[in-house]
């Protein structure tokens, strides 16, 4: 029997949380939580409550039961059975009764739920409708205070570009007026440097002109010279004008002579008097230049070349020879003599090209120079001249150096003597500054006992009057 009664408990449960659960989904599928909470709550009310009647109903049956369990087994169960059944279906009653009353007031939720929404609605449309208005007016406000804001700025914006435009024209004004004054400034320097230029230009012309009209002279001078040269003794007297040039610049007049007359009854064209071992060197300066010119000039077919350039090695043999045997005099000239030849182009040739006259030139003992090797023979043997005149000199210069040593002895003693005196009266000096130190602090003593005196004649005077 209590079993039963169990499964009637746990029934009525059942029955309760599947009424809770429909409700619960139910409002979950509104989506209205926060308005069907109050509903809820209600239908869970109801049902609490009409399960704790069936509970209590239950209870009553039990204890009735109880009360009637001394009766027939038979007739109790019929009776609790049929008490049961009719627990059984009074529950479903309710439960149907419930269920229709919570549908009825969920209808009636739905309704007033959508009427307040209805109303919600339309509230807040018309709160909205006004808010937007209000919106709209304070946007209509805010816009004519910005067009106020934004045309006062306007104004005072382009007062202060007006004002910026008037002191930048001003500025520039002044900027195009200075660059105006300075640009009139360079142009008129630049007028004045272009005219001094153009005048200098002109001064240059003119100095061209004049140079023009020397290098015309210097052209005849040239044409002149080389008929000069063409002409065998005109060739000689140029060679001795320019070797006579070079020795008179470099060279003592008493080093040289100039047409010096030999032994042999020759003359030579210069003699250089160098001292020993070297000796009298002759040189000679009457070369002969007319093959070479031929051989040179570029008119001429190479085969005038070629004969003119074998008749010149021939001369200058010749010459080399000539030289050899009129001017080198054993005990008189020195064992060599010079061939000067007075073009540097002349020299060139031999050397780079015939380099066999060279040879027969050493060979002979007469060496070629050209004015330029000539100028440092020279400068050579001026340096020599020097110092064989310093040698000369040295005995003259020991005697004037002992003589010296003795004057410097005689200096020396005499010094001696000086540096005695100088010290005897540099003592007398300290005794005198000595004494008149003493004499000082004397003078100063004889002060104070004189004040002392009359300090003391001054107190007595003093000691008399007052008796």
Same mark, same amino acid.
């Given at each position: ?202 001064q240059h012309l003119e100095r061209i002109d004049e140079a023009q009209k020397k290098i015309t002279e210097l052209s005849g001078n040239v044409v002149s010279l080389q008929a000069v040269l063409t002409d065998k003794s005109s060739r000689g007297a140029f060679g001795e ?117 060279? $040879? ?46 003795? $004057? ?8 001696d003597k000086l540096a005695k005196h100088i010290d005897l009266a540099h003592r007398d000096v300290k005794e005198v500054h000595t004494s008149a130190g003493k004499i000082t602090s004397r003078f100063s003593k004889i002060e104070k006992v004189e004040l002392e005196d009359g300090e003391q004649t001054t107190a007595g005077l003093l000691t008399d009057s007052e008796d």
């Amino acid at each position: 029997m209590e079993w039963l009664v169990v499964i009637g408990v746990l029934n009525l449960g059942l029955l309760s949380l599947v009424v809770f659960f429909l409700i619960r989904l139910e409002m979950k599928r509104r989506g209205q939580d926060g308005a069907w909470a109050s509903r809820e709550a209600q239908l869970r009310d109801a049902v609490g409550l009409a399960a704790a009647q069936g509970q209590q109903a239950v209870e009553r049956r039990i204890a009735d039961f109880e009360k009637a369990a001394s009766g027939d087994s038979a007739q109790l169960r019929e009776v609790l059975l049929e008490r049961f059944g009719g627990l059984n279906v009074e529950i479903v009653e309710q439960l149907a009764a419930g269920k229709t009353s919570s549908q009825h007031s969920l209808g009636e939720f739905k309704d007033e739920v959508k009427g307040v929404l209805a109303e919600h609605g339309q509230k807040f449309e018309q709160r909205q409708g006004e808010a937007l208005k209000a919106l709209q007016d304070s946007l209509r406000e805010g816009m004519k205070d910005i067009r106020t804001q934004v045309s006062e700025s306007l104004s005072k914006s382009s007062e202060e570009l007006g004002k910026r435009v008037e002191n930048l024209t001003e500025r520039t004004d002044g900027r195009l007026k200075e660059i105006s004054g300075q640009v009139e400034k360079r142009l008129a320097e630049g007028f004045e440097k272009t005219t001094e230029t153009f005048i200098s230009v002109l001064q240059h012309l003119e100095r061209i002109d004049e140079a023009q009209k020397k290098i015309t002279e210097l052209s005849g001078n040239v044409v002149s010279l080389q008929a000069v040269l063409t002409d065998k003794s005109s060739r000689g007297a140029f060679g001795e004008v320019q070797l006579n040039t070079l020795v008179r610049n470099l060279m003592p007049e008493s080093a040289f002579e100039m047409q010096k007359s030999l032994s042999t009854g020759n003359r030579v064209d210069c003699m250089l008097f160098l001292p020993d071992p070297t000796g009298n060197v002759s040189i000679d300066a009457k070369f002969p230049l007319e093959n070479y010119r031929t051989m040179v000039d570029p008119d001429r077919g190479d085969q005038e070349k070629t004969v003119a350039e074998r008749l010149f090695k021939q001369d200058v043999k010749k010459h080399i020879k000539d030289i050899s045997e009129k001017y080198i005099i054993p005990g008189e000239t020195a064992d060599g003599a010079m061939m000067f030849l007075p073009a540097e182009a002349v020299f060139a040739e031999i050397h780079a090209h015939h380099p066999d006259l060279v $040879d027969f030139a050493q060979h002979r003992r007469v060496w070629m120079v050209s004015p330029t090797t000539l100028m440092a023979i020279l400068t050579t043997a001026g340096a020599v001249l020097k110092d064989e005149a310093t040698r000369r000199q040295v005995h003259i210069i020991q005697e004037h150096l002992r003589a010296l040593s003795g $004057d410097f002895g005689r200096f020396q003693e005499r010094m001696d003597k000086l540096a005695k005196h100088i010290d005897l009266a540099h003592r007398d000096v300290k005794e005198v500054h000595t004494s008149a130190g003493k004499i000082t602090s004397r003078f100063s003593k004889i002060e104070k006992v004189e004040l002392e005196d009359g300090e003391q004649t001054t107190a007595g005077l003093l000691t008399d009057s007052e008796d």
